[in-house]
């Protein structure tokens, strides 16, 4: 093996770390980062935080929504990405919604 075929293969190995370092990050979410996603984009609407005082009356509080899910919160994934007849379409990121729904399990 010369000098120069080794180059590609460190470069293969340097993105193989970089994919398994990026992706559990990811794939879990950050739920104080789901809790100001939460406070920008949801709390005209809804009760997010135990903390709130207004909010729309015909939109459910975070914890109710959360109930009524059985704690369940994987189906926000997919509510998410769709637009919603009563809500606006937020155009979320994949990174986005994870927070999200790890900021939900908190609750
Ligand atoms: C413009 C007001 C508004 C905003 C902003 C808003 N929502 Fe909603 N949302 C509603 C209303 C109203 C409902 C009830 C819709 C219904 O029951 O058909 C709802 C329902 C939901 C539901 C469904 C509850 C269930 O049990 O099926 C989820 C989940 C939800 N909102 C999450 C969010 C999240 C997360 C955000 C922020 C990214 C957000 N909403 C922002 C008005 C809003």
Redesign the pocket.
């Known amino acids: 093996m010369n000098r120069l075929s080794l180059i590609p293969r460190l470069a293969f190995a340097g993105g193989l770390v970089l994919l398994t370092t990026v992706v559990p990050a990811a794939a879990f979410g950050d739920k104080e980062e789901g809790r100001t ?2 406070t ?7 009760v ?1 935080t135990a903390g709130q005082q207004q909010a ?1 009356v ?3 509080p ?1 914890v ?2 959360k109930k ?2 059985d704690g369940k ?1 994987d ?2 994934e997919a ?2 990405t769709q637009s ?5 379409d ?1 155009n ?1 990121t994949y990174l ?2 994870r927070n ?1 729904v790890a900021y ?1 399990e908190s609750l």
């Open positions: 996603i939460a920008r984009w949801c709390s005209a609407c809804h997010v729309s015909d939109a459910p975070f109710e929504i009524r899910h919160m189906f926000l509510f998410l919603h007849p009563n809500m606006p937020m979320l986005e919604i999200l939900f």
